[in-house]
């Protein structure tokens, strides 16, 4: 149960994160809603915040992790201190390189970026702008990620799992305090993009001091270490980065029809929120704690820990994803449709959401079965599978967007990417002995989906039927999605004490300490 505590700090505080961040795409809908230059600005967002999901939650979680806690496990601090100050003098070069010529070659990237912005030579320009302003944070994302593996080799979760809600802090206050409308309010958003960059870094920086870890530039060099983290991290990032790549690729497409981009990264939002909450949590602690057990040679208690994380995120994912396919509608808008975002949005943004719910159940799965390949060394194989997915997602995806289904087709395309890319991690695992479902697991699983689908059949009826019908006559929709989403929280509960997909004495057990 020590996953399970160390999971609930990291998701209490990425709970924390996506909350604020729910916050704030709550406001950017009010105040730009889903056109021209909210596709520019998410736009000019999402290319840096790709890397800082790559970094954070895939490269240095892949390959950084297992080597720096290798050191410190084996040869001390000391060692563990000088590799992690290689790495950092490497990192910093390569990705300032990487920025500034991002910023110099950005009108011409931008036409990868946002293809659909060249028939508007305003709204390219802008994005543009947007951009160049926003990249500075893949810098400062880069050092933040390396920073934040440094305290996870350490046991030390909480800080790292917190720096993002500065982000959100930052923008909410752009938001709601700032008098702009519009291209100016965009170009305040992108600034204070970099300017929470900055104050992300610095809190982490502070954060690794106190562990006793003194970082230092020095002229980079390729060191057997760093060369290593080079040879396992790219593929790595390619490997646990998979899900955003795919993103990226729909996202670009997307500009092509007006709004679309808007429609996708609302949808996106939202089923981020227990992606990030499950998944991205236990794949953070799942990394070093699993890494710790094969060092020790404890290979039944890396495959029991396996297990145990599946059936834990699976407990915490599947509700949300059945609630998020059964009343997208109610959700979308009792969050979002205010002022400048319309019904048309929400109608829109509900679509995808339901067909991003369908893959979500994927996207955590992939982030669980990945570090039983990361904790080996083996990032190569993740990378295989990732490139297929991206194969597939682009193919699918091109095929539905100018077919029938346009942008929904992009969504469509990522879910179905997603299962491709879970089905192949999981059977290659078992296949090499490498993880095994006990019979534990066989006996949870259904009893969860059986909780879900209990759930799930109260969601429709309340939803038509239920008392909070009353707040959204008196204008107070989101008083009624609270109430709707707690009612269906604790019939899940019920539901999954009644079948024994829970047992109250292990989740009591689980939040005593050692």
């Not at 736009?43 to 720096?68: D, K």
């Not at 880069?142 to 959100?168: D, K, T």
């Not at 194989?381 to 194969?391: E, I, L, Q, S």
Request: proline share 4%.
């Amino acid at each position: 149960m020590r996953l399970l505590r160390s999971t609930a700090v990291v998701g209490v505080f990425t709970m924390a994160s996506r909350v604020l961040g729910l916050v704030r795409e709550m406001l950017l809908a009010r105040t730009l809603g889903a056109g021209p230059v909210t596709d520019a600005f998410l736009t000019a967002f999402q290319f840096p915040n790709l890397f800082r999901r790559i970094f954070a939650e895939g490269a240095f979680n892949s390959a950084f992790v297992p080597l720096f806690a290798g050191k410190l496990e084996a040869d001390g601090q000391d060692e563990a201190r000088k590799f992690a100050r290689e790495v950092l003098s490497m990192l910093f070069t390569a990705m300032l390189i990487l920025v500034v010529g991002a910023q110099i070659f950005m009108p011409w990237l931008m036409y990868l970026l946002g293809p659909g912005f060249v028939s508007n030579p305003d709204l390219f320009a802008l994005a543009v702008l947007l951009t160049i302003i926003t990249m500075p944070y893949l810098l400062m994302m880069s050092i933040s990620a390396m920073l934040a593996g440094i305290l996870n080799s350490h046991g030390r979760f909480a800080a790292a799992a917190a720096a993002p809600v500065l982000l959100n802090i930052t923008l909410i206050a752009i938001l709601f305090f700032a008098d702009a409308r519009g291209e100016m309010l965009a170009r305040y958003l992108a600034i204070g993009i970099t300017v929470s960059g900055i104050a992300q870094t610095a809190w982490l920086w502070a954060a690794v001091r106190a562990t006793g870890i003194g970082l230092s530039l020095q002229l980079p060099r390729l060191t057997p270490g760093t060369k290593r983290l080079i040879m396992l991290g790219i593929p790595g990032a390619i490997a646990a980065g998979v899900t955003q790549i795919n993103i990226l690729v729909t996202s670009s497409i997307a500009t092509l029809e007006a709004g679309a981009r808007s429609w996708l990264y609302y949808a996106d939002r939202l089923y981020q929120l227990p992606l990030g909450v499950v998944g991205i949590a236990m794949g953070v602690v799942l990394l070093p704690t699993l890494t710790k057990r094969l060092r020790a040679d404890d290979s039944v208690g890396a495959r029991n820990l396996m297990n145990r994380a599946l059936e834990v995120s699976m407990a915490l994912t599947l509700p949300a994803a059945a609630a998020l396919a059964t009343i997208p509608e109610f959700i979308v808008s009792g969050l979002y449709e205010y002022d400048a975002f319309t019904t048309q949005d929400t109608e829109y943004v509900a679509q995808a959401l339901r067909a991003f719910a369908f893959g979500l159940p994927a996207f955590v799965l992939i982030k669980v079965l990945s570090p039983g390949f990361f904790a080996r060394e083996d990032t190569l194989t993740p990378m295989r599978f990732a490139t297929v997915g991206v194969v597939i997602n682009l193919a699918l995806g091109l095929g539905l967007f100018f077919g029938p289904l346009g942008f929904l087709g992009l969504a469509i395309a990522t879910s179905t990417a997603g299962w491709v890319n879970t089905v192949l991690l999981g059977l290659t695992l078992h296949r090499r002995g490498l993880f095994e479902p006990d019979r534990r697991l066989a006996g949870r699983l259904p009893r969860i989906l059986l909780a879900t689908a209990v759930m799930s059949a109260f969601l429709l009826f309340a939803v038509a039927n239920g008392p909070w019908i009353i707040a959204q006559s008196f204008g107070m929709p989101f008083l009624a999605l609270a109430l709707v989403c707690g009612a269906g929280a604790a019939v899940f509960g019920l539901a999954a004490i009644g079948t024994g997909a829970l047992r109250i004495s292990e989740v009591m057990g689980s939040l005593k300490r050692s």
